[in-house]
C-alpha cells in the first residue's frame, strides 16, 4: 500500500473537478485531482453537446436576476436560492474566463452567440459549434490543469471511501484500477467532484462511471444528502433508427432552435395539452415534455418503441444542413434522412438535481468535505433549466477550488493509522468474498437499473416504490455480501465492480426512500397516485445515515435574505 499527501484531494476530475482543481491551485494548495477514468475524459461534461447558461446579454438584453427568476421558476419553488443565485451571478464570469482559456464560443457580429433554451425567456445560452460544447470545455480544463505546477493528477484510481475523525475529513482510501493496489490519500480539504446517479437506470445517458458514488462517499462520511427524489429524465433521447456514435440526447438543440415537431403515434402535435407551455410548444420544460410524452404513451398513443416521433421534415433542407453542419453527414452514415423521416424519441435518465447538501461555499458538515458540479443538490430544486448544468459544474467547481484551497493551505495531514485500519479491515472482508452460489456484481447492478427504471423512473407509485426499496435492502443485506469475488488479478474489476455496485445501492435506497416519502406530484418527480403538488410540502427533504439507517427531515427551503436579493 502507498500512502500520498497533498492540501487538496479531488475526487472526480470532469469539468467541476478540473475547474476546482485550477481554483485550489490559485491559492498556492497543493492539489491532487484522481479520477476512476482517464482525467477530463470521463463524467458529464466531456459527454455534454449543447449550451451553457449565461446572462451574458450579447444576444438581447438580459440581467443575472432574470436568469435568476427563470432557474427558481424551473425549481417548483425548493431551488437553494444561495446556491441559484451563485450559480447566475457568476455563470457570466466563468465562460468569459473559459473563452480566455480557449473555448471557442460560437460568435455573431463579434458577439458570443446565445440562443433560445427550454424554460429560459432570454437568448443566454452560449454553445461551441455542431454538438461540441462540453467536449471543447473539457479540452480547455485539460489544457489548463496541464499547464498548473501545482497540480498532480492521477488517473484508474477508485475512491471507495472517505477517512474521517472527530467530524473532520482527514483522507481516503482508493483503488488502484490498473495494478490493483490500495492507496492511502492525507488530506485537510477533500473535494467530491464525481457527478451524478444516472448510471442506476435501465436507459440513461450518462458515461460508464456516473454511478452515484459522490453521494453515498458523502452520506458514510456523515455529511447530508438533499433532494434525492429529483432525477431529470431527458424528454426526447434517441430510441431509433439504431445510432451509432453519437450522443442519444443530441435533438434537444434542434427541437428548440428549428421548431422540430414532437408528434404521437398516430402523427399528431400534442405538447400544448399538457399545460406550462410558457414560451411557446418548442421550449416546453423537459418535465413538462416528458411528462406530456410518456401520457401520450400510456393512453396508447406511442410510437412503436415506446416514445413520440421528432419530425423536421417542415424544415428546408438548406436550413437544416445550416443548422447541423457536419452531424447531418454523420446521421446519414447512421441511415437517418431527416429530410423523409421522423425519429423515435423518449425519455432517458439523465441528470440529478438532488445530491449533497452544502452551504454557498460548498461546504458539508463535515469540516474539510466539499461538493462541486452535479454532486452538490439544491441549485436547481425540483427541475433543471436546459443550459445550467455545465455553469453549475464551472461555478461550483471555482468555489469548492477556492474554498478548499484556504483550508488545505492551513491546515495538514493527520497520518492516524485508526480511520485507515478499519476501512482495509472492510477491504479484506469484501475480498475473501468466494460464495459458489453468489451471482457477480456486475450481474446484480444490471438488476438494480431495471429495478429503478420500472419501479423509480419517470412515472412513479407508492406500491411500486414500496416494491423497489424492499428488493433494494434485500440486495444490500443479503445479497451484497454474497456476491462472487473472482480471485485477484492485476486490475481487481470484480472488486472494483462490487465497490461500485456498494455505492449504487446506497444512493439507489436515499433516492426511493425520498420518493416515497414525497407524496405529490412536483417537477420531475410524478406520482400517478398523487397527480398534484401539495403546498404543504413545499419543503426541501434531507437524508442522513443514524446507526446505518437513512433518516429524513423535512426543511424550509433557503431563501436569499431582502438585502441579498
Not at 444576444?59 to 436560492?81: S, V, Y
Not at 427524489?229 to 438543440?253: C, K, N, S, T, Y
Not at 480511520?419 to 438488476?447: C, F, H, W, Y
Not at 470484480?494 to 426511493?512: G, K, S
Request: charge should be neutral; hydrophobic fraction near 40%.
Amino acid at each position: 500500500m502507498s500512502d500520498i499527501s497533498t492540501d487538496v484531494l479531488i475526487v472526480g476530475a470532469g469539468g467541476a473537478g478540473m475547474y476546482a482543481a485550477i481554483s485550489a491551485a490559485r491559492s498556492g494548495a497543493s492539489v491532487l485531482l484522481l479520477d476512476k477514468s482517464l482525467i477530463g475524459r470521463g463524467g458529464a461534461t466531456v459527454m455534454a453537446q449543447m449550451t451553457v447558461a449565461a446572462a451574458l446579454g450579447h444576444q438581447e438584453p438580459d440581467d443575472c436576476a432574470i436568469h435568476l427568476k427563470d432557474t427558481l421558476d424551473a425549481g417548483r419553488g425548493l431551488c437553494n436560492e444561495e446556491l441559484s443565485a451563485l450559480l447566475c451571478y457568476e455563470g457570466p464570469k466563468r465562460v468569459l474566463e473559459m473563452e480566455q482559456w480557449g473555448t471557442r464560443w460560437a460568435r455573431e457580429n463579434g458577439h458570443i452567440k446565445q440562443e433560445m433554451a427550454p424554460g429560459h425567456s432570454r437568448k443566454r445560452c452560449c454553445y461551441v459549434d455542431f454538438l461540441n460544447t462540453g467536449p471543447a470545455v473539457a479540452a480547455t480544463l485539460r489544457r489548463k490543469v496541464s499547464e498548473v505546477a501545482e497540480i498532480r493528477r492521477i488517473s484508474n484510481v477508485a475512491i471507495v471511501d472517505i477517512l474521517v475523525k472527530d467530524g473532520r475529513a482527514i483522507g481516503a482510501i482508493g483503488l488502484n484500477l490498473v495494478n490493483g493496489e490500495w492507496v492511502t490519500f492525507q488530506a485537510p480539504a477533500i473535494i467530491l467532484a464525481a457527478g451524478g446517479l444516472t448510471k442506476l437506470y435501465q436507459r440513461n445517458s450518462a458515461s460508464a462511471n456516473m454511478g452515484g458514488e459522490a453521494y453515498a462517499l458523502a452520506l458514510w462520511a456523515g455529511a447530508e444528502l438533499v433532494d434525492m427524489e429529483f432525477v431529470q429524465f431527458f424528454p426526447i433521447g434517441h430510441l431509433a433508427p439504431r445510432l451509432v456514435g453519437m450522443d442519444p440526447i443530441m435533438w434537444d438543440p434542434f427541437r428548440y432552435k428549428l421548431g422540430g415537431k414532437l408528434l404521437n403515434g398516430s402523427f399528431e402535435e400534442f405538447i400544448d395539452r399538457y399545460g406550462g407551455i410558457d414560451f411557446g410548444k418548442y421550449t416546453a420544460t423537459r418535465d413538462i415534455a416528458a411528462y406530456a410524452i410518456l401520457k401520450e404513451v400510456e393512453a396508447g398513443r406511442g410510437t412503436p418503441h415506446g416514445g413520440a416521433y421528432l419530425d423536421f421534415r417542415h424544415i428546408p433542407e438548406r436550413q437544416l444542413r445550416a443548422a447541423f453542419g457536419p452531424v447531418i453527414d454523420r446521421l446519414l452514415t447512421n441511415g437517418i434522412d431527416l429530410t423523409q423521416t421522423p425519429v423515435e424519441v423518449g425519455p432517458t435518465a439523465h441528470y440529478h438535481m438532488g445530491g449533497i447538501r452544502v452551504n454557498a461555499r460548498m461546504e458539508t458538515r463535515i469540516q474539510g468535505l466539499y461538493a462541486a458540479g452535479e454532486a452538490v443538490g439544491g441549485a436547481n430544486g425540483a427541475n433543471r433549466l436546459s443550459g445550467n448544468a455545465i455553469t453549475e459544474a464551472l461555478v461550483f467547481g471555482e468555489r469548492a477550488g477556492a474554498c478548499a484551497g484556504e483550508r488545505g493551505k492551513r491546515g495538514s495531514a493527520d497520518g492516524d493509522a485508526k480511520p485507515v485500519a478499519a476501512a482495509l479491515q472492510r477491504i479484506k472482508a469484501v475480498k475473501e468474498q468466494r460464495a459458489k452460489d453468489g451471482v457477480s456484481p456486475i450481474a446484480l447492478q444490471t438488476q438494480l437499473q431495471k429495478i429503478m427504471w420500472d419501479k423509480a423512473g419517470p412515472f412513479r407509485t407508492g406500491d411500486k416504490l414500496a416494491e423497489a426499496l424492499a428488493r433494494i435492502r434485500e440486495m444490500c443485506e443479503e445479497e451484497l455480501p454474497r456476491l462472487t469475488i473472482a480471485d485477484g488479478n492485476s486490475y481487481d474489476m470484480d472488486l472494483q465492480d462490487w465497490f461500485e455496485l456498494r455505492a449504487m445501492l446506497a444512493t439507489a435506497e436515499a433516492v426511493v426512500k425520498s420518493a416515497l416519502a414525497r407524496t405529490e406530484s412536483r417537477g420531475a418527480h410524478q406520482r400517478e397516485d398523487y397527480p398534484d403538488a401539495d403546498e404543504a410540502l413545499l419543503k426541501n427533504q434531507a437524508l442522513e445515515l443514524k446507526d446505518r439507517a437513512l433518516v429524513a427531515s423535512w426543511l424550509p427551503p433557503v431563501q436569499l435574505s431582502r438585502r441579498q436579493k
